[in-house]
């Protein structure tokens, strides 16, 4: 008997055939998402009444996929020619989209109050979304004081900002040395600039052809999943945008140049410790709920899976055969996120005799608070404790020279399928109809994020209510 879920999923799968307004361009060496060859098809749809869902078609084998994916990713001459032809008659403009941090301690609260206003964070049904604001301001108040602390111990801001701007600055000169000539612009989404900041100048700037790489490796609908909703709802309402060719680059973990460039700085890394044989190399990336995976069909479980097999791949090509572990970081309140917990795994493997670790942060390709403080301090020290004698951390990418030269080989192999927006009415209304049946679903995800979320603020608020009665 068909499910609920399954209709809705076989609704979204019919809405494929719609006109397209964007064009979500894959790395061609792995035929991901919104590929004509592909298995596996990731429609954004606007929803009136939900946050909008990003439901694959079809799971796809990604073991099957990495062992098939050899060759590298390549880009012909001829294709040159033709981005150098569309640059002579084109502005061409890059946004790059990232999370954002605060600058300052004064800026914590309000940035918190950003995050947890999102409704791609916290999802809540339209019966509840008016408490979508109060709900985000009553936790940005609450965990406000014990976030200062964190920033305050790197510095007293995020240095995020800072190592995209210079990010964007290495980009330009790597496209520049391809002959492509393009404006690069930031867009943050819980601090500035803000998307909405770097799409105002974008217009300024009178650009007529947009790259868009969110500086996420894997897809997940809480990182560049939110990224892309708030610009396909400015695409959608701002004609300025109408018929500009714009190409979404969704992920790109699978590339060469991304593995290569992964692969040197834990083999770097590796080298430093006295016996790199014994190092168990341990993967930590950012995690989300499970409910995400499990019922809103978010791919990001899978493709950071699929990105560990494909740089333990190319780091056994070099000879190292380390061991190795996967687990999930910076999880907010009781509800069940992505297994196993790094802070759960780390005293394992010391009860397990693990002498020697090398940490990689994996879903991160800018040193921020989740490296610098989390995993350089938080998880250093309770290595330390479990028992864990030799401690390494991989930096994260920054502007390592590997992987900014593929960011901008990745930029032009986008620009030739670069396809106008059209409007549409079918394509803005898509999944309305088969909602019904999703209701269920959606309730029981929801009702219980909420409520958890409650229950973690409950003994804080009771706490200050009787502080106020004595």
Known sequence: METMQSRFLRHKVSSLSLPKRITKFPCPRVNTFASHQSETKLKLCKNDDFAPLYLPSKRRNFTTRALASTDACTFDENALGL????????????LLLNLGGPNTLNDVQPFLYNLFADPDIIRLPRLFRFLQKPLAKLISVIRAPKSKEGYA????????????????????????????????????RYWHPFTEEAIDQIKKDQIT?????????????????????????IFREDGYFEGMPISIIESWYQRDGYINSMAD?????????????????????????????E????PYKDQMEDCIYLIMKELKSR????????????RVGPV??????????IPNLGKNGVKSLLAVPISFVSEHIETLEEIDMEYKELALESGIQNWGRVPALNCTQSFISDLAELVVEALPSATAIAKSKNAEDC???GESDFVGYLVKMVFGSFFAFLLLLFPKILSAFKSSLL
């Open 83 to 94: 981005v150098h032809s569309i640059t002579k008659q084109e502005k061409i403009g890059v």
């Open 336 to 345: 069940q996120w992505l297994k196993p917990y790094t802070d759960e795994v």
């Open 153 to 188: 111990s790197i510095g007293g801001g995020s240095p995020l900002l800072r190592i995209t701007n210079e990010q964007g600055e290495a980009l330009k000169k790597a496209l520049e040395e391809k002959k492509l000539h393009a404006n690069i612009y930031v867009g943050m």
């Open 295 to 298: 019922e809103a069909g978010d």
């Open 319 to 330: 000879g190292v055969n380390n061991n190795h572990t996967l687990a999930y970081q910076s």
């Open 209 to 233: 052809k947009l790259v868009i790489l969110p500086l996420y490796p894997q897809f997940s609908i809480s990182t560049s999943g939110s990224s892309i909703r708030v610009l396909n709802n």
């Open 265 to 293: 700085l834990i083999q770097t890394e590796l080298l430093t410790f006295s016996n790199p044989n014994e190092v168990e190399i341990f993967f930590s990336a950012h995690g989300v709920p499970q409910s995400y995976v």
């Open 431 to 433: 999944g309305e109809s």
